[in-house]
């Protein structure tokens, strides 16, 4: 794959609107959360390293990742969310990279979505541009209320622990904004897609 554009935004920030935007036109969307997820399911690679170093407590009874227990953990722990993150990012990491290179004539460019792009050092090298999916903070915490029944301080708290709004804006390249209709997405996913287009085809 030549050309990749990592979407990203804060929680509830309306990513996967976007992306299915994209997949829509024909573009191949790589999730890094959905990758994420199926190594932590039951029978996932990730499973056997994170059992070995947090212990049996962190599965459930199918033997998948316990995702509350880990939770707790990593919120009480900072070093813990970072032994995590050394199993779950290089598994994720060659994964995408997988999945980038397979059929990749079949699409023009890819997207890349990293929910944390921009906290991560990583991923900025490999992406050759930034969209970045914008909406005020009380939109997130609305949207993620009304989606998951997460309570607001919990969500507070995955947002304090996220890149700020403005940071997140000030590495982005595209901002695509999400804090009206959900039907104002996509002329701009269309106004971005002809770019990405023409950026791609120079990129060959
Ligand atoms: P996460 O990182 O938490 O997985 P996300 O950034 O992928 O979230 P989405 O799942 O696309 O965000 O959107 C979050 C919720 O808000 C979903 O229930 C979605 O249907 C809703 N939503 C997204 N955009 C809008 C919008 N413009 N208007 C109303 N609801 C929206």
Redesign the pocket.
């Known amino acids: 794959m030549s050309y990749v554009v990592g979407l990203t935004?804060?929680?509830?920030?309306?990513?996967?609107?976007?992306?299915?935007l994209f997949a829509e036109r024909g573009i191949k969307v790589i999730d890094t959360?959905a990758i994420a997820h199926a190594l932590t399911a039951a029978g996932g690679a990730a499973m056997p390293a994170i059992r070995a170093e947090f212990g049996d407590g962190v599965a459930n009874a199918e033997g998948a990742l316990d995702r509350a227990a880990m939770r707790a953990i990593v919120f009480a722990d900072p070093s813990a969310r970072k032994r995590l993150e050394s199993i779950l990012h290089p598994l994720i990491r060659s994964e995408s990279e997988r999945r980038l290179l397979a059929d990749s004539a079949d699409s023009p460019y890819a997207i890349l979505m990293v929910?944390l792009l921009v906290e991560s050092g990583d991923y900025r090298k490999r992406v050759d541009r930034i969209a970045v999916?914008d909406?005020a903070e009380a939109t997130q915490i609305d949207?993620?209320m009304?989606?998951s029944g997460l309570a607001r301080s919990e969500i507070e708290r995955i947002l304090a622990a996220q890149a700020t709004r403005a940071e997140r804006l000030a590495a982005a390249d595209d901002v695509i904004d999400?804090?009206?209709?959900?039907t104002?997405?996509a002329p701009q996913v269309e106004r971005l897609h002809v770019h990405y287009l023409a950026l791609s085809r120079q990129f060959c």
């Open positions: 935004g804060g929680i509830g920030s309306g990513k996967s609107a976007v992306a299915q959360d929910p999916v909406c949207r993620v009304s989606r999400n804090d009206g209709e959900l104002a997405l």
